[in-house]
């Protein structure tokens, strides 16, 4: 099951008159729910326990009457302790009492300039004005308890929530998005005037509001805006009764948990219930709060008229990374310019070196589809099952991507799921159109129209079969031979993440759901015995059982409520609604498991050989995105283009049958494209059917590393396709210049060095200290910037050895990506690298000491003439690679006079390398025989240089 429902037993009431510390629906309120249409609040569990472990913290400090925050001492001591009793009470009954203790005090937003800016210089910005606004702080023991902690995890009031958010979780607490409906209007629901205006919509609509635009005509662009805003809330009251939202509710949390069973990774749901102020019963969506996600907006383009997008990679400022004809990378670049910020351009050459671009050159280039995504072709499979037409959004904004920490072989991020509330609302538009290809028939108007879930398409036909092979199993289509065969492939390819997932099926999804639909076992041990294996069957033969599970639940609520036919009728409509979902559900999956018959059993790279060959034969071939405004990842055919082919097998041999019978002669002709007479002598047609058969296993093998995309384009003539080697190109160029997308932290006091500085010929870092007795190897490992006590490290390497060293460069280009081995002289075990693109080499030393019989590392850079910063961060970037949290490096052996600049470069190295993930900030190396802070190189006084 999700998550704990010891606190879930409340729907928090839906008021205006909040603040954070409250104790709402068994969760500390910290902030209104920052996104979306609906209302809604975040909040942590009221026994959350790294929050809990603080407030026993003050309470004992209370207790003692040594709170340092007076106001809070002052309170407990005026208030708490008039509590009759209190003092006998236990620990966590004083808890609840201090946590539940609130006065609210009213205040209101001071007014600010920029709000006046946002109301007469911006067109789409209004709701985020708060001058004069009202609001409320609780300065009772459970608000003052909260800021104190808020002051603990060095949240300020300026920082973005979702910065906010994630201080808390660091911290060890799980945060929560309750969404509920808006307040009751004539019997209707829905959301408030402000939070429409944050929705695409509602910008755009604000242009009429603008008070220059309005003087312009005269009021009637105000009037126009007040009429669209009041008209589609009219609109949306309309729909929405009570039913309506809480049947809403209770399908976008099945609709979730079913696309996490299909494959898709979403986020955590459940349903909470309440009631409105009349007694109807209101229902709502309480989801974990996902740290670091962000939507697509601003990502998609390539088919802006027709949503027919792709998602584009993009540069440190959110704008979209190009290529133009010669192959060089063009990107933003932000400058001050007397004051004002400024985007400009910059290009990113083939050898690496960065020169100017301008906007016409930008704007002719084009965008790279982004191959650094997880999950997209794995995803879609649910997204055509539930008929979401909306389920990415206009501009992206449906769905999101998440950091993925440490980053699955190319993948930075993973496709993640959050908002299914369009799933399954009726019947289905496209999936009577599924071929086995994936493509679809989507319906051209727009109001049927599936929005940009071209995103998912730009994928590996074997990956986009993950999803088809997941549900495979949970329908018994494959058996655990051909379930086997097919996860080896996967782990053979590198993917070991799908390959155990799928392994796992079905006995993964009882551990996850199992407990959760086995709440309501009654009976003796024998019944519930017999209840969990009926359970183990039906997630073996179709998980759809579920969604009965939940209307039969809404049911016999319904026969409980005999004596009240009003609510009966409400528990009723929500069984009515499940029994519909369970239709169009059952329907969908039959349709996929049908459309998919012929290629089920097959393997991966048996996958591969068919996408290749229907690639090879199609009438016509894109590398380009449909407005020819994206490079992208996969060839890209239509499906009226497409030339369908099967894979068939008869006494343990194979053929490839072509299901096109109209154009077999300009099939053969693209077929000899392949120049392979073997191959040429298997090729048969018989009744007008193409086939390629008589194959054997190591045919098979021979085609799966013929036919690849790149050869494909080639035999093709598709010059504009992006090969591999240009993929690896554009990331190495990217990563070799990240320094311009990582700025140095101002805040940090800055070294101010003496004018008579001498170069740094050889400095010793050394990781290790000498010993009387030989040491044993030290292994080196990066840890996960969330994990403070890991139990299995990212990367282990002994570094004893030149050859290890080099080896370990070799193996880890993510991090080494921007240094290449110039030399190697294993006799004196020492090894030269180089920066790519530079001549002059970092000298590492391993140095085994005889006499004390341990092993010393050692770095320099043979520096010549004047240098900067950036030549001693070559030296500590270098060291860094064989770190782990706890090294210490010694900087005394350096010349006083060079020591400085050595340490602040090792100040410098070391911030990057928490940035990135590899240390955090309570676990990483340190640097001893520092300059002292007070001394005639430099003085640092309340946070600043002198």
Same mark, same amino acid.
């Given at each position: 099951m999700y998550m704990s429902k010891k606190y879930l037993t409340k729907l928090p009431p839906k008021t205006s008159k909040v603040a954070p510390g409250d104790v709402v629906g068994g969760m500390i309120y910290m902030m209104d729910k920052p996104v979306g249409v609906e209302p809604g609040m975040i909040g942590i569990s009221v026994d959350s326990p790294s929050y809990i472990a603080f407030v026993k913290e003050q309470l004992a400090l209370l207790e003692q009457n040594e709170h340092p925050t007076k106001q809070l001492q002052s309170r407990f001591n005026q208030h708490i302790k008039k509590t009759k009793g209190f003092q006998a009470l236990s620990q966590e009954e004083k808890i609840k009492i201090l946590l539940e203790d609130k006065v609210h005090i009213e205040r209101r937003y001071p007014l600010k300039r920029k709000d006046l800016k946002r109301v007469f210089l911006s067109t789409g910005k209004f709701h985020e004005v708060n001058s004069w606004q009202k609001y409320y702080e609780n300065v009772g023991t459970g608000g003052l308890l909260f800021h104190s902690y808020k002051d603990k995890l060095k949240i300020h009031k300026n920082d973005h929530f979702a910065s906010q958010i994630q201080k808390f979780i660091d @911290?060890?607490?799980?945060?929560?998005?309750?969404?509920?409906? #808006?307040?009751?209007?004539?019997? $209707?629901?829905?959301?408030?005037?402000?939070?429409?205006?944050?929705?695409?919509?509602g910008r755009k609509l604000q242009l009429g509001a603008n008070p220059f635009v309005a003087i312009a005509t005269a009021g009637l662009s105000a009037l126009g805006f007040a009429a669209g805003i009041l008209g589609w809330r009219a609109l949306i009251l309309k729909q929405n009764t009570p039913k309506a939202a809480n049947s809403a509710a209770i399908v976008e949390e099945v609709a979730t948990k079913l696309a996490n069973i299909r494959g898709f990774n979403s986020q955590e749901i459940e349903i909470i219930e309440g009631t409105y102020k009349d007694g109807t019963p209101k229902i709502a969506t309480v989801v974990t709060w996902s740290p670091g996600c962000r939507d697509l907006t601003g990502k998609l383009a390539g088919g802006e008229e027709d949503k027919t997008n792709v998602i584009v990679s993009w540069d440190q400022n959110g704008v979209h990374l190009k290529v133009d004809k010669d192959g060089n990378i063009i990107r933003s670049k932000k400058e001050m310019i007397k004051g004002k910020e400024k985007i400009s351009y910059e290009k990113i050459l083939e050898n690496g070196s960065v020169s100017a671009a301008s906007i016409e050159e930008y704007n002719q280039a084009k965008a790279v589809s982004e191959h650094r995504i997880a999950g997209l072709g794995e995803s879609l499979i649910s997204f055509i099952s539930m008929g979401d $037409? =909306?389920?990415?959004?206009?501009?992206?904004?449906?769905?999101?991507?998440?950091? *993925?920490?440490?980053?699955? #072989? =190319? !993948?930075?991020?993973?496709?993640?799921? %959050? @908002?299914?509330?369009?799933?399954?609302?009726?019947?289905?538009? %496209?999936?009577?159109? *599924?071929?086995? =290809?994936?493509?679809? %028939?989507?319906p051209t108007n727009r109001k049927s129209r599936f929005l940009n879930i071209s995103i998912l398409y730009d994928t590996s036909l074997s990956d986009k079969m993950k999803g088809v092979y997941l549900l495979a199993v949970l329908r018994n289509k494959l058996s655990d031979e051909e379930k086997e065969k097919v996860a080896a492939e996967y782990e053979a390819n590198g993917d070991k993440s799908f390959a155990d997932k799928l392994r796992a099926y079905p006995e993964s999804l009882f551990e996850k759901y199992g407990d959760e639909i086995g709440l309501d076992l009654k009976g003796d041990e024998a019944d519930k015995l017999m209840h969990a294996q009926q359970i183990k069957r039906w997630i073996k033969n179709g998980d759809l059982w579920w969604i009965k599970n939940e209307e039969n639940k809404y049911r016999e609520l319904a026969r409980n409520e005999a004596e009240n036919k009003e609510l009966q009728k409400h528990y009723l409509s929500y069984a009515d609604k499940l029994s519909t979902v369970y239709t169009l559900a059952k329907h969908a999956d039959n349709k996929v498991l049908d459309a998919f018959s012929k290629r089920i059993k097959l393997t991966p790279s048996q996958i591969d050989i068919l996408e290749n060959i229907e690639k090879l034969t199609a009438h016509r071939l894109h590398a380009l995105s449909p407005d020819g405004k994206v490079q992208l990842n996969h060839l890209r055919v239509d499906r009226e283009d497409r030339v369908p082919w099967q894979l068939t097998t008869e006494n343990g041999k194979f053929a490839l049958v072509c299901e096109d019978t109209k154009n077999i002669e300009n099939i053969k002709s693209r077929l000899a494209l392949l120049n392979n007479d073997h191959l040429a002598s298997k090729i048969k047609t018989v009744n007008n059917i193409l086939k390629i058969e008589d194959l054997s296993q190591e045919d098979l093998n021979m085609l799966h590393q013929e036919l690849s995309e790149e050869k494909i384009a080639k035999?093709? @003539?598709?010059?504009?396709? $992006?090969?591999?080697?240009?993929?690896?190109?554009?990331?190495?160029?990217?990563? *070799?210049?990240?320094? $311009?997308e990582t700025p140095i932290d101002a805040t940090k006091p800055k070294v101010v060095v003496t004018p008579d500085d001498q170069p740094l010929l050889a400095p010793v870092i050394t990781t290790e200290p000498h010993k009387k007795r030989r040491s044993k190897p030290v292994a080196h490992s990066y840890k996960s910037k969330q994990e403070k006590n890991p139990k299995e490290t990212l990367v282990t390497q002994n570094l004893n050895t030149a050859?290890?060293?080099?080896?370990?460069?070799?193996?880890?280009?993510?991090? !080494?990506a921007h240094l290449k081995v110039v030399s190697k002289n294993p006799g004196s075990l020492t090894i030269e690298v180089a920066k790519t693109g530079q001549t002059a080499p970092l000298q590492i030393f391993i140095d085994n000491d005889i006499e004390n019989q341990s092993t010393r590392y050692a770095i320099k850079k043979d520096l010549v003439g004047q240098q900067s910063i950036s030549d001693y961060q070559d030296v500590c970037e270098c060291a860094l690679l064989t770190a782990t949290s706890n090294t210490q490096y010694n900087i005394s052996i350096a010349p006083i006079e060079q020591r400085a600049m050595l340490q602040q470069a090792f100040d410098i190295e070391i911030a990057k390398a928490v940035q990135d993930g590899r240390f955090t900030e309570d676990a990483k190396p340190t640097v001893v025989g520092r300059v002292p802070e007070v001394s005639a190189l430099f003085t640092v006084s309340k946070g600043k240089s002198l």
């Open positions: @911290d060890g607490n799980k945060a929560y998005m309750v969404k509920q409906d #808006g307040k009751m209007v004539f019997g $209707r629901t829905g959301p408030d005037t402000s939070r429409l205006l944050k929705t695409e919509v $037409r =909306d389920g990415i959004g206009e501009v992206g904004q449906n769905k999101v991507i998440l950091p *993925l920490k440490p980053p699955q #072989g =190319d !993948c930075l991020y993973q496709f993640f799921g %959050i @908002d299914f509330g369009k799933a399954y609302e009726g019947p289905n538009p %496209i999936i009577d159109s *599924l071929s086995d =290809d994936f493509s679809i %028939i989507n035999l093709r @003539d598709i010059p504009e396709f $992006r090969t591999q080697a240009m993929r690896a190109s554009f990331e190495k160029r990217l990563k *070799l210049n990240k320094e $311009r050859e290890n060293v080099e080896k370990f460069i070799q193996e880890n280009q993510q991090q !080494c």
